[in-house]
T-cell receptor, first 112, second 122 residues
Framework: KNEVEQSPQNLTAQEGEFITINCSYSVGISALHWLQQHPGGGIVSLFMLSSGKKKHGRLIATINIQEKHSSLHITASHPRDSAVYICAVSRRNQGGSEKLVFGKGTKLTVNP | KAGVTQTPRYLIKTRGQQVTLSCSPISGHRSVSWYQQTPGQGLQFLFE???????NKGNFPGRFSGRQFSNSRSEMNVSTLELGDSALYLC?????????????????????FGPGTRLTVL
């Protein structure tokens, strides 16, 4: 079983729909990251959080530490949101270094 | 401020050869991490360097190595290439810290990714 599980693997939505991507993890973490990867490979960090909720524009990320679960929500989705969304958790060692463990990603396609 | 740059962007090698990839972090960032992305395994952590020292290492064979220079630029090397080494190799930089008490969500730990080097092994 992977340490980080994402669902769904693929998601197709119509423009304007509310989208939720889920991430569950099985290990102790120092932080959880949501990343966006567009075709061509470039990765952008969307959120890094260790508790509660963060909002940036139409994107909202929540995390429940007790349940080891996080969700990424996109409100009023748009075709430009089409990308692969990757959940990653930080495992930190005593020296302070960070190691990211990644989910397999959710491929989102938003149709006009 | 310039972003993370990686060179080369594309590379084709044959089995048995070796390859060196380069990563220049954002100015002021001292931590550089390397990742491998393949269709089958997804993204996997290779190693992390901070102030010229390898601080963390993933589960990759010894053919994968790296180093960091005093200006924080980093290189990774793969020797005796195998077909399965074909992948997108990404590096990410962060300000980094050696202080374990720094809050997990601190800006010190936010990672900024480069565009990647796509390596094809024939």
């Amino acid at each position: 079983k992977n340490e980080v599980e994402q669902s769904p693997q693929n998601l197709t939505a119509q423009e304007g729909e509310f989208i939720t991507i889920n991430c569950s993890y099985s290990v102790g973490i120092s932080a959880l990251h949501w990343l966006q990867q567009h075709p061509g490979g470039g990765i952008v960090s969307l959120f890094m959080l260790s508790s509660g909720k963060k909002k940036h524009g139409r994107l909202i990320a929540t995390i429940n530490i007790q349940e080891k679960h996080s969700s990424l929500h996109i409100t009023a989705s748009h075709p430009r949101d089409s990308a692969v969304y990757i959940c990653a958790v930080s495992r930190r060692n005593q020296g302070g270094s960070e190691k990211l463990v990644f989910g397999k990603g959710t491929k989102l396609t938003v149709n006009p | 401020k310039a972003g993370v740059t990686q060179t080369p962007r594309y590379l084709i090698k044959t089995r048995g050869q070796q390859v060196t990839l380069s990563c220049s972090p954002i100015s002021g960032h001292r931590s550089v991490s390397w990742y491998q992305q393949t269709p089958g395994q997804g993204l996997q952590f290779l190693f992390e360097y901070f102030s010229e020292t390898q601080r963390n290492k993933g589960n990759f064979p010894g053919r994968f190595s790296g180093r960091q220079f005093s200006n924080s630029r980093s290189e990774m090397n793969v020797s005796t290439l195998e077909l399965g080494d074909s992948a997108l190799y990404l590096c990410a930089s962060s300000v980094g810290t050696g202080l374990a008490w720094v809050r997990e969500e601190s800006a010190y730990n936010e990672q900024f990714f480069g565009p990647g080097t796509r390596l094809t092994v024939l």
